[in-house]
């Protein structure tokens, strides 16, 4: 379902500006990419969310399977759904903006490459490490405070934070910027995923029925 999410919501964004603004598609898409990749990132969270409240992850464990090979696992399964809704949306949304006669302007492939892929699987790796912590370290529980609620806003912040500060000190610090806030959310989650045995006993991860 977060797939579907992810996904529709950006080729829909991106068919509607393809159709009517194709100038603000180029500059738009790129800025918004990244929320989409974590939104369609998200279903990997819930596997591991679900695993565990059933005793999956108890059953693994208990056969040897290391904490962090759980937490890369669900991790590479978050990046794979991400590269899915960035692939979808880049082949759909450019494909239509060339079909329509124009010329893709090296403004937004730099923007693409050097901000919207990058922000976005960063962002999905620490939202989903910050969601896999989350739900190791509390109770289930349902709706917004549960952690495939709460994980998708978290993922909100790191390009939204970016966003405003581009806003505030312009496009001419654009790459200090972008370069500056995915460093910083590789750096966190590095962190977090190499800390996972300490922080996290294997008892952390049995069901919690």
């Known amino acids: 379902m977060p797939l579907l999410f992810g996904t529709g919501y950006a080729l829909l964004i991106s068919i509607l500006l393809d159709l009517t603004s194709p100038s603000a598609y180029a500059t738009v898409i790129s800025l918004f ?7 369609g990132s998200m279903g990997g969270l819930t596997v591991f969310v679900n695993d565990r409240i ?13 904490a962090r090979r759980l937490f890369a696992d669900i991790l590479l399964a978050g990046l794979a759904l991400g590269g899915i ?10 494909g239509l903006y060339v079909a329509e006669g124009n010329t893709i302007p ?15 699987f960063a962002t999905t790796a620490f939202t989903s490490t910050i969601g896999m912590y989350w739900s190791s370290l509390t109770s289930p529980r349902e709706g917004m405070n549960s952690p495939t609620g709460i994980a998708p ?6 390009p939204a934070a970016t966003l405003a500060v581009l ?10 910027i972008v370069g500056g806030a995915t460093l910083v959310v590789v750096v966190v989650t590095s962190v977090l995923l190499r800390n996972v045995s300490t922080l996290l006993p294997n008892e952390r991860f049995l069901s919690p029925a």
């Not at 059933?54 to 290391?66: D, F, K, P, R, S």
């Open 167 to 176: 806003a505030t000190f312009g496009e001419s610090h654009f790459l200090a």
């Open 85 to 94: 809704v960035a692939g979808t949306t880049l082949g759909i949304g450019l």
């Open 106 to 120: 090296p403004t937004l492939v730099e923007a693409l490459l050097v901000y919207s892929l990058p922000m976005g």
């Open 54 to 66: 059933n005793g999956v992850l108890e059953y693994l464990i208990a056969y040897g399977v290391a």
């Open 33 to 39: 990419l990244p929320i989409f990749i974590v939104v």
């Open 153 to 158: 806003l978290i993922g909100l912040a790191p």
